[in-house]
C-alpha cells in the first residue's frame, strides 16, 4: 500500500475526548480517495458511491501526523474500487482499516460511464504514452 497523504492533528480535529474525530478522518479518507479517483481515471466527475465496514483500531492525539494509504482492489466498468488504512507515522499503529471505498466515473450530466482503465497508471506511465 502507499501512502500518499499525511496530515497534521491541529485541535480543531479533535472530539471532545481530545483525540481525533472520527468524521474529520473520515472526511480526509474520502476527500483522499477522492482525488486518487480523479487522477487514475482522468475525470474530475468522480464520486463516492459505497464505503463499507470501518474499523477504528487506534486514535490519535493532538499534534500527531497520520499517513492515509490507498489501494487498488479492482477496476470495474464504471468504477475504482480501493482498500484504505491510515496510520500514525509516529507510534505506526494503524488508526483505521476500510477494505472497500467504491468510486464511481460519471460523465458531465451526472451520469455513470465506462473509463476504460484496467491498471494502476503511474505519471511515467502517462508521459510515455504523449510522446
Known amino acids: 500500500m502507499k501512502f500518499h497523504t499525511r496530515k497534521w492533528v491541529k485541535p480543531e480535529d479533535l472530539n471532545p475526548n481530545k483525540s481525533l474525530f472520527g468524521g474529520r478522518l473520515l472526511a480526509w ?19 463516492t458511491k459505497y464505503m463499507s465496514e470501518i474499523n477504528f483500531q487506534a486514535s490519535a492525539k493532538q499534534g500527531d501526523i497520520i499517513e492515509i494509504g490507498l489501494e487498488v482492489v479492482k477496476f470495474g466498468r464504471t468504477s475504482l ?51
Open 81 to 131: 474500487v480501493l482498500k484504505c488504512e491510515v496510520r500514525n507515522k509516529m507510534t505506526h499503529q494503524t488508526i483505521i482499516t476500510v477494505e472497500n471505498i467504491t468510486m464511481v466515473n460519471l460523465d458531465a450530466n451526472g451520469k455513470p460511464i465506462p473509463h476504460g482503465k484496467t491498471k494502476v497508471e503511474y505519471v511515467v506511465d502517462r508521459l510515455g504514452k504523449s510522446r
Open 29 to 47: 479518507i474520502d476527500e483522499e480517495a477522492a482525488l486518487y479517483s480523479i487522477i487514475q481515471l482522468e475525470n474530475s466527475h468522480v464520486v
